[in-house]
Nanobody, 124 residues
């Protein structure tokens, strides 16, 4: 599967933004789709993940209640980001991993396919 992430931009604190992760080749039905982000000078961190089969969803604690991951058709997954904060500023990546369970969703090492990042900048 090949992934494309898009939808980033420059917004103000409190605004909303929706990122999309699209499969340019293949579909997502066999995978868990994870969202990760990397802020300048920091390590990549887990944001949220959606397992297509069974619809298991996991969020990082800092985004719970503000971010929502959902799926469209078999080729697209969304990350709706509300109440954005300056600390959400990062390059956001989507990734696909097969055979993941809830406890393994947060580790980037478990994802085999990665899209290019899309930059999100939140100004204060």
């Amino acid at each position: 599967v090949q992934l494309q992430a898009f939808g980033g931009g420059l917004v103000q604190a409190g605004d909303s933004l929706r990122l999309s992760c699209r499969a340019s080749v293949g579909t997502f039905t066999r995978y868990t789709i994870g969202w990760f982000r990397q802020a300048p000078g920091k390590e990549r961190e887990f944001v949220a993940a959606h397992k297509w089969s069974g619809a298991t969803i996991r969020y990082q604690e800092s985004v719970k209640g503000r971010f929502t991951v959902s799926r469209g058709n078999a080729n697209i997954v969304y990350l709706q980001m509300n109440s954005l904060k300056p600390e959400d500023t990062a390059v956001y990546y989507c990734a696909a991993g097969a055979g993941l369970i809830y406890s393994s969703m947060a580790s980037s090492a478990n994802y085999d396919y990665w899209g290019q990042g899309t930059e999100v900048t939140v100004s204060s």
